[in-house]
């Protein structure tokens, strides 16, 4: 009764100029692609930054620097915008939902399933590569499906991600909120980042 996110959010993906201009000029007939990596974070599905859109640049810069994290597509860093209803959302900051999400771990691993493993921690212990994570959250949408309850048209987490703001802080450099979008009906239109006009006050 409690756990429907009300209202829309913004999210913000980084990706090379050349993707995000044929979104935004294809008349609202494109979507972007879906991720089906084994180790997406959040499952797969079309990633997004919740209401941050310098973490989507970041990234998109990241992946100029460093090929292997965006397979070489990002030439040009880029950040297009989307307004998002999260639907029946797989919010995994609600207990409800990590609770179902603990259940389906245990679930596999109790039927023998070769269970992966998440890989290449950072600087901070911060695992970058989310083979388990992916591999429950996947499992859990395929368990929906099976049963024939109603799908999740999308994924929230939240990411304690990067270096200690300052020694024994309890905030991280890097900290998000990642969205991902199962559903492309959720994605109510793309649109670009908006200059801010000077002389006026940020509601």
Known sequence: MYSRISNLVLGFHGCDRSVALKI??????LHLEKSYNDYDWLGNGIYFWENNPERALEFARDGVINKRLTKGKITEPFVICAVIDLGH???????LFLKELKKTYELMKISGYELPVNEYPDDSGYFLKRNL?????????????????????SVRGVFVEGKELYPSAGFREKNHIQLCIRNPNCIKGYFHLQEISP???IP
């Open 24 to 29: 935004l000029h294809s008349n609202g007939t």
């Open 89 to 95: 959302c797989l919010n995994l900051l609600d207990s």
């Open 133 to 153: 994570d992916c591999a429950v959250i996947e499992t859990l949408h395929s368990l929906k499906r099976k049963k024939k309850e109603r799908l999740f048209d």
């Open 199 to 201: 002389g006026y006050p």
